[in-house]
Each structure stands twice: as C-alpha cells, then as structure tokens.
C-alpha cells in the first residue's frame, strides 16, 4: 500500500552485488520444554538477520520454499504438526499469492511422546529459504538436535522459555570466513534504505502541507494571524520571538498527533496493517468520504465548541496563548488539511517505526514557515492573493487525486484476496475516468456545488488542465497493454489483467529469433513468455555454445526468487536486451531451489557440509556458485567464453535496463 509519490520514488530500491558474497542471515538454536515425564516440546528457533525474512512452513503451491522440519522417529512419537508464531502475511504481487513469513525472530514447537525411557538426545534436520529486498537464497540444510537431560518442567501458563540452548551453525569453510568483512557491509544496507525512506515521507509530507495552505481552510487563516500578532508584539524583536514560538508550537501540534499514532499502534502492527483487507478496504471508503468533502457535497468539522474554547485561551495572551493560537489554526482548518493529514498518517502508518512523526514533522514545517513569517512581519500580507474562487478550485483538485488514490488501496485489498475484481485494466480505466472528468473542471465543462461563476480560464488553470489532460491520454494504451512506467507502481502488475501480454501482442516479444534457434538442441527448451532459447543444464549449454561459437550467460535463478521474475519481466523484456538474449548469447539458467533428486550417479558428497550428501538437483547448482563465484545470491549473472572464464565481472540484480545492457554488450565484445 502506497502513497502515489511514495511509490514512484521506492518502487526500486536495487543493491547491485558489487563484491561476491556468502551470506548466511540465519542462525538456529534448539531447547526442551518438559510437559510431562513422557511428553516434550521440541523448541528450534531462528535468529534472522536485519532486513532478511524466514517463510513459513505453509506456502501454497508454486510459491517460495517453506521451512520444513523432519524428525528421526526412534524412540519416540510425534505429537501434532509443528506449531509456530504468527509472523507476517502480505500479498506477493510476482507471485501473486499471500505469503506468511518472518522477520528478527521465529519460534517452532514439536509436542513428543517418548516412548523410550533410555532416550536423551533426539535429532532432526530443518530445510529453509529466506530472502531480503533484493535477493533470495537457495534452500539450507541445518541439522537439529534436542538434549532431553537438558529439559525444564514449564507449566501450562508459563510464559517464558528460560530452557537451556544449543546453537547451530551452517558450518564455514575457508573462503567463507574471508567474506565476514563483505557481509558485515551488506547488513547495514537496510537501515540506508530506512532512512531514505524516511526522507522521502519527510519531502512528500512538506510538500503536501504546502498544497495545504492553498485550501480555503487555512489560507484565510493568515490576516486572522497576523492581525493576533500585531496586538501580541509591541517591538519587533518581540514579534520575532512570538512567530518562532508560533512556528514551534504548530510542529509540536502535528508531531504530537504523529507520535500518538506510532505509541498506541507500534511500528511492527502498522507494517502488517499494510496488506490487511479490512485496513485497505476501511481506508478506501474514508479516501472516498474525504474526496466528497472536497468536491462539495459536504463538510468535515470539528465541534464548535471546541474552537470556541480553544479562542478563548488564545486571548489569554503570552506562549500560552501563543500556543492556543497555534491549536485554533489546526482546528479551524481541519475540514481541508483532515483529509491530507489523513492521507499521511495511512501510508506513514504503514510503513511503521519513525515515519508518522517525520510525516508530520515535514506536513507541519511547511504550514509554520509561512505562518510564522507573517505573524514576524505583519506588513508582507499585502503582497498575498485575495481570497476567492481559486481556493476552492484548489479544493476541489485534491478531491480528484484522494479519489484516484482511493482506488489504490481497493486494489491492494483485491490482490490479497485474488479476486480478481480491479484487475488492470478497470483501474486504468478508473484512473482514466477520474483524471479526464477532472481535465473537463479545469476546462471550465463542468462546475461543482461551491463553484463561482467562470468567465474565463486563468492562465495557471488552463497549463493544469493541459497536464491532466496529457496525463489522461498517457494511460489510454495501458488498456491495450501498454507498461505505463510513468505510474507502474500504482495499478495491478502486468499479469494481473484481462490480457497480461496485451491485446494483439504475441509472447515472443520484440525481437525476433535467430534462425538457428528454430531446431532445438538436446537440453534446450524456449523460456516463456519471450521465447529465449535456454538450458537447465551446464554440460549440455556450454557444449552448444562452443557448437555455435556464441557466449554463454549462467543465470543462477529459482522458482521461488522474486527479484529473478522482477528482471525477467521488467528488464528482459525490452527490445535491445532481448535481441541479445535471443541472438548473441546461450543462455543456462540454474534453478538452486530444484527439489527434484538428482540421478544416483550424481549424488557425491557436499564439499560445503563435510559428511552430507546432495540431494537434489538445486543443491548441486548452489553448491557450485558457492565455491566457484563465492556469493550464494539470485539473481546472479555470469557472461563466461568457452574457457569458462569470466569475460567481465559478474553482477547481481540490477533492474536499471541501461546498466544491464552495458553489461551484456561490454561482455560481448571482450569475447569477440
């Protein structure tokens, strides 16, 4: 659920793999909770880095890969499923599907009966995937084991778990340890990101509280301000001090309420409020209930008597009165900044943590500075625009965007339950609507209830109405499949419509296939939607490639890797990446979360984890990016000649298209 500037600006937030990486962002530790003589819980609990997320043991099909335990029965019963805590859940929009996981800390409990009393240690493995923003790792394997001597008694109502713990690591070998200095940098990257959010609530917030002041709640505010200041400051040093206490006391106003909000709801509750139904569904109808207000058909005040009381303190005179001035401008222009405050709170809320108080902070600087300003020098009013039609021409502008804004949150709450309801191309559709009836205002077509007579068109208000008008036509091929980039991050994605490749376009895409790809080699299969020849097989696409003379290009991908989709839908597909992964390069694509076994004569044993043998086939192509490019991370690109050796630095996720292509062709010719 974002805000619409919000989402344009955090849309994508890439950390390009710059150095080789072995990340290990899990750690488990196990203890016993004794019920009975007989009966146990076994408890594993994960320690997950910053920024890094665990998934749950239930998935629905052909989503990421659940964490899964597994006991050896000798000895004693299993008792019930393995219960866990509550998590996360949120609406995946690449896997469109609701996935619950974890973040800092996960707990897992197995009940057992023992049924041998000579019993003490009991063993178990556990199988997990956890991702971050920009990446996925591939499944891990860590074994389990439970001291049963070591247990304490816990009753049925204790709270605490205060049982005796052993940890367990994924063992390191050599070249690991050399990379704790390169993963140690990496795990202070989420909080860069956090505080460039924050910045960006901050701008967005101080923007929108000077598209407050232009409302005809506030804007007439400033004679009643300056004429309170003229009678409160007998020189002009004392007028100076009373704007800046003026100024303050409105940020402490809003910052205040902004606190209110993180305190009584707390920065974990607000994020998971994000991707909640009823939390996107009530925000949906109170934006529609603000836009109405805004358009005319009524009004959003606050009891009168309460801004009479507070006009009465105001009187009073000295920083209190000061302060109760301050009170009466929030309160008499609630009717216009509610709605945008509102607005604010939401998404700030949902990002949790700090961002309602830099929310508010940047919304309430932007209303003081003015404000102050004329309270300190009462003689710069006569320069301001007299009040009139214009103000409520404002009004009725932000009526229009809280109406399209509201359909965001429908939206949201559509892609949880995949209802499929406002797929693409009806919110387009919507947006189209809104904006083109708002382009018809401007025009001076239509008029709304608290309108004045128009006899003409200023020339501000015909520039706006070229905009929305422009802005309307853009989104027109978007019913037609077009990608929209300017807004992508606010309607459905692409393959949540009607049409997902759009209607008259064909899945190969945009650029044609060469000749020789027609016939397709032993291994080889076409990679939909865009028809890329590609293999899953090492062996069996190096051997093409040296066949064709081209390069080959390993993909280290899986089926459960978000940003792996993210670059083949967004960045694969345009024209000029295309034709070279059609034309100029062999693609191999390695999937490290392959659960399918692999065949008994590939079954060695694991050079990572001494003594364990692989399985299946992902853990063969982890275990091979891990020793030969030291970096377990997808996506992973590698651009390598016929020798297998690297024609240029390989690179992780990188979404800018520019960048990618460079990096493909600069390959290209080192290996020409």
């Known amino acids: 659920m974002k805000n619409i500037v919000l989402s344009c600006l955090m849309l994508i937030m890439p950390i390009v793999a710059s150095q080789a990486q072995i990340l290990e962002p899990v750690k488990w530790s196990t203890s016993v909770e004794k019920i009975s003589d007989t009966e146990y819980n076994l408890v594993s609990i994960a320690t997950i880095d910053k920024g890094w997320h665990l998934y749950s043991q239930n998935v629905p099909d052909d989503g990421p890969i659940p964490t899964t335990f597994t006991y050896a029965e000798d000895g ?33 409990k197995q009940r057992i009966k023992v049924l041998n009393n000579e019993l003490s240690i009991v063993k178990g493995e556990v199988e997990f995937m956890v991702c971050d923003d920009a990446r996925c790792l591939p499944p891990s394997y860590v074994d389990l084991e439970f001291n049963l001597s070591n247990s304490e008694s816990v009753s049925s109502n204790s709270g605490k778990d205060e049982t005796v713990q052993n940890i367990f690591e994924i063992p390191k070998d050599k070249e690991e340890v050399k990379q704790e200095n390169t993963i140690s940098k990496t795990s202070s990257k989420p909080e860069n990101e956090e505080q460039k959010g924050l910045f960006t609530i901050f701008i967005v917030a101080f923007l929108s509280g000077f598209l407050a002041l232009l409302t005809p709640c506030v804007f007439p505010m400033i004679p009643m301000t300056v004429s309170f200041f003229i009678k409160q400051s007998k020189s002009k040093s004392k007028g ?92 008499v222009s609630f009717s216009c900044t509610g709605p945008i405050v509102g607005t604010l709170l939401v998404e700030a809320a949902s990002k949790g943590g700090l961002a309602p108080v830099i929310g508010m902070l940047g919304f309430s600087l932007a209303i003081a500075l003015p404000f102050a300003l004329f309270a300190a020098f009462p003689g710069w009013l006569n ?80 520039c706006l109405g070229l905009v929305t008008l422009s802005f309307t036509i853009y989104m027109i091929p978007g019913l037609w ?36 790809h027609n016939d397709l080699p032993e291994g080889a299969h076409l990679l939909a939607p865009h028809q890329i020849l590609a293999f899953n097989d090492y062996d069996k696409g190096l051997a093409y490639a040296k066949k064709v003379g081209k390069p080959v290009m390993i993909d280290f991908t899986g089926w459960a890797c978000v940003n792996c989709r993210k670059m083949e839908q967004n960045v694969w597909v345009k024209d000029k990446v295309l034709n070279v992964l059609k034309n100029d390069i062999v693609l191999i694509s390695l999937y490290v979360d392959d659960k399918r076994p692999l065949p008994e004569d590939e079954v060695v044993e694991s050079q990572l984890r001494p003594g364990k043998k692989l399985k299946y086939i992902g853990q063969k192509w982890s275990e091979f990016q891990t020793i030969k490019y030291k970096t377990n991370t997808q996506p992973f690109y590698v651009l390598m000649g016929h020798d297998e050796e690297n024609l240029i630095d390989p690179v992780g996720y990188t979404p800018n298209v520019d960048e990618y292509y460079n990096w493909l062709k600069t390959g290209l010719d080192n290996f020409k």
């Open 383 to 462: 320069s301001l625009p007299k009040s009139g039609g214009w103000l409520n021409t404002v009004k009725v502008v932000l009526g229009f965007l809280e109406l399209a804004l509201a359909f965001k949150f429908l939206s949201q709450a559509d892609l949880v339950l995949q209802l499929h309801l406002l797929e693409r191309e009806v919110f387009i559709a919507i947006w189209i609507a809104v904006f083109g009836t708002l382009s018809l205002y401007l025009f001076g077509k239509i008029q709304l209830p608290h309108d004045s007579p128009l006899k003409y068109i200023s020339v501000g208000r015909l």
């Open 76 to 108: 004693f019963q299993l008792l019930e499923n393995t219960k866990e805590e509550e998590g996360h859940t949120v609406d995946d929009p690449v896997f469109e599907m609701k996935i619950k996981f974890f973040e800092n800390k996960a707990e897992f």
């Open 240 to 331: 100076i001090r009373n704007a800046v206490i003026y100024g303050l006391s409105i940020v402490v106003i809003y910052v205040l309420l902004g606190t209110i909000i993180t305190a009584i709801f707390g920065a974990d509750a607000l994020n998971a409020l994000a991707t909640n139904v009823w939390f996107n569904v009530i925000f949906f109808l109170l934006l529609i209930v603000f836009a109405l207000s805004f358009l005319g058909a009524f009004e959003i005040v606050l009891p009168n008597s309460w801004a009479n009381k507070v006009d009465r303190q105001a009187d009073k005179g000295g920083i209190i009165g000061i302060f109760f001035m301050a009170l009466a401008l929030a309160i």
């Open 481 to 516: 499949g077009a990608p929209l980039n300017l807004i992508s991050a606010f309607p459905p994605p692409l393959d949540y419509s009607e049409s997902p490749y759009g209607v008259g376009n064909s899945k190969t895409g945009g650029a044609a296939m060469s000749s020789d």
